[in-house]
């Protein structure tokens, strides 16, 4: 199946903005969703179809998309906002495919 | 509220079969797709197959030969066997509800995860 490749770590000051990408081919026909998850905890969803967030999400989160990336952008970070996050996408064999994961550290 | 919960040995020795079970509530399982994530210690999310109401599945090409999902829609349940496992297999082990939008497939909501040791 398609690799997705996110940057392993970034960080941010507190209530400043950070953008994660995450890039692969099969990101060129579908947007994919973006997952939040803290130490020893599951994964959440934050995003889907490239802008659409579950109910609970904070606006803070958006999506953006163009060629074979999208991108996860927090503007305001917050303390709690530290974590892995991970993108996922599908393939033309409707296989599922994760990002290698991100890890953010708010400063 | 949809809820996910994992149930299946914490244990389990090199070269048997994992067997565990997602039991869903609040929603049909004749709903959606539903699938298995992994995570070994310390890494990141692996896909390892997903299954519909009718029984249809769809899996990893590196996990395909060892996995089988199969769905029990009279007890709203679906559960996944892994064989011939090693001490790679050992991770948390998610259960998840897939959703569809225009294409592009999501889990939206995740099992708490299990966490499934390969060793003698």
């Known amino acids: 199946s398609s690799e997705l490749t996110q940057d392993p770590a970034v960080s941010v000051a507190l209530g400043q903005t950070v953008r994660i990408t995450c890039q692969g081919d099969?990101?060129?026909?579908?947007?994919g969703a973006w997952y939040q998850q803290k130490p020893g905890q599951a994964p959440i969803l934050l995003l889907y179809?490239?802008?659409n967030r579950p109910s609970g999400i904070p606006d803070r989160f958006s999506g953006s998309s163009s060629g074979n990336t999208a991108s996860l952008t927090i503007t305001g970070a917050q303390a709690e906002d530290e974590a892995d996050y991970y993108c996922n996408s599908r393939d033309r064999s409707r296989h599922l495919v994760f990002g290698t994961g991100t890890k953010v550290t708010v400063l | 509220q949809v809820q996910l919960q994992e149930s299946g040995p914490g244990l389990v020795k090199p070269s048997e079969t994992v067997s565990l079970t997602c039991t869903v509530s609040?929603?049909?399982?004749?709903?959606?797709?539903w699938a298995w994530i992994r995570q070994p210690p310390g890494k990141g999310l692996e896909w390892i197959g997903y299954?519909?109401?009718?029984?249809?599945?769809n899996y990893n090409p590196p996990l395909e030969s060892r996995v089988h999902i199969s769905i029990d829609t009279s007890k709203n349940q679906f559960s996944l066997k892994f064989n011939s496992v090693t001490a790679a297999d050992t991770a948390v082990y998610y259960c998840?509800?897939?959703?569809?939008?225009?294409?592009?497939?999501?889990?939206?909501?995740w099992g708490q995860g299990t966490l499934v040791t390969v060793s003698s």
């Open positions: 179809s490239k802008t």
């Open positions: 609040g929603d049909s399982i004749a709903s959606h797709f």
């Open positions: 099969s990101l060129r026909g579908f947007y």
């Open positions: 299954i519909y109401y009718s029984g249809n599945t």
């Open positions: 998840a509800r897939g959703a569809e939008d225009y294409g592009d497939y999501y889990l939206d909501y």
